[in-house]
């Protein structure tokens, strides 16, 4: 893994590196989600719908639970 080194600017923004930009295809318009996790930051593509399909393949109804764990 590369490390890659970006400057913050006056409006708080942040160019994403050319490689990076081509190895995960992320163009104009492409939607990010930013996570802040143990102090660091994280910026992830955000994706499709249609990538969510099948998540929750052969989930049963009694696998949800009806209340919510209390602590």
């Known amino acids: 893994m590369k490390t890659n080194i970006v400057t913050v600017s006056p409006k ?9 930009r ?3 295809n992320i163009r104009p318009g492409s939607k990010m989600t930013m996570l802040e996790i143990n102090g660091q930051v994280r910026l992830l593509p955000l994706l499709p719908p249609e990538a969510y399909r099948g998540i929750a393949k052969g989930l049963k109804d009694s696998d949800i639970p009806d209340e919510p764990d209390r602590f």
């Not at 942040?14 to 490689?19: D, F, K, N, Q």
């Open 22 to 24: 081509e190895r995960l």
């Open 12 to 20: 708080y923004q942040v160019v994403i590196p050319m490689e990076l």
